[in-house]
């Protein structure tokens, strides 16, 4: 079974510039997560989706959105770009039915999209 | 408040010694806890979680209620042992897989 997939990998823009990542869940994973982490604030939540929903949001500012599509897989944007967004965003995939969080209830995470912003 | 909090940034031991990672939360409602562990260069991933109460590579960590802790251990360290590990908490039952992660800690097993 194929893990959860980020694309891409790495990416360097400037500051201003806009930015969209990308992650295809595990297969019959329907949940999606994003995350951002960096040295200074660690592992931050930024928003959840489920069944194309947003169900979930983290406290960060309107220039970070993101979508789900049909087939689960999701993207984030984030718009005017500042040199504090540069982190490593990771994805997870969780949960193979919808509802309510129960034990069987695992985040399975991509290698991330590192984001430099110059 | 939702907290999850890991007091050491960085651990150093000797490869034998025994281990205990600390991580302590804050939080309202009934949580599930975790432990993630991120080897160097490899996707973050479960270590474990309190409602299995297994142990994984040796670790058991134990949700003491009363204390609001989580603590991860491990009798005798390993070298492969040395990581970054991430205590989260996740609202138990609740319709979402929102995870409160700690700051981390940095577990360095010496030879």
């Known amino acids: 079974k194929a893990g959860v997939t980020q694309t891409p990998r790495y990416l360097i823009k400037t500051r201003g510039q806009q930015v969209t990542l990308s992650c295809s869940p595990i297969?019959?994973?329907?949940?999606v997560s994003w995350y951002q982490q960096t040295p200074g604030q660690g592992l931050q939540f930024l928003f959840e989706y489920f069944s194309e929903t947003q169900r979930n949001k983290g406290n960060f500012p309107g220039r970070f959105s993101g979508r789900q599509f049909s087939n689960s897989r999701s993207e984030m944007n984030v718009s005017t770009l500042e040199l504090g967004d540069s982190a490593l965003y990771l994805c997870a995939s969780s949960s193979p039915v919808g509802g309510a969080v129960a034990m069987n209830t695992e985040a399975f995470f991509g290698q991330g999209t590192r984001l430099t912003v110059v | 408040a939702q907290r999850v909090t890991q007091p050491e940034k960085l651990l150093s031991v000797f490869k034998g010694a025994p281990v205990e990672l600390k991580c302590n939360y804050s939080y309202s409602g009934s949580p599930e806890l975790f432990w993630y562990v991120q080897y160097s260069r490899q996707r973050l991933q479960l270590l474990l979680r309190h409602i299995s109460r297994e142990s994984i590579k040796g670790f058991t960590a134990d949700l003491n209620k009363g204390e609001t802790s989580f603590h991860l251990k491990k009798p005798f360290a390993q070298e492969e042992d040395s990581a970054m590990y991430y205590c989260?908490?996740?609202?138990?039952?609740?319709?979402?897989?929102?995870?409160?992660f700690g700051t981390g800690t940095l577990l360095a097993v010496q030879p």
């Open positions: 989260a908490l996740v609202n138990y039952g609740g319709a979402t897989n929102k995870l409160i």
């Open positions: 297969s019959g994973h329907r949940s």
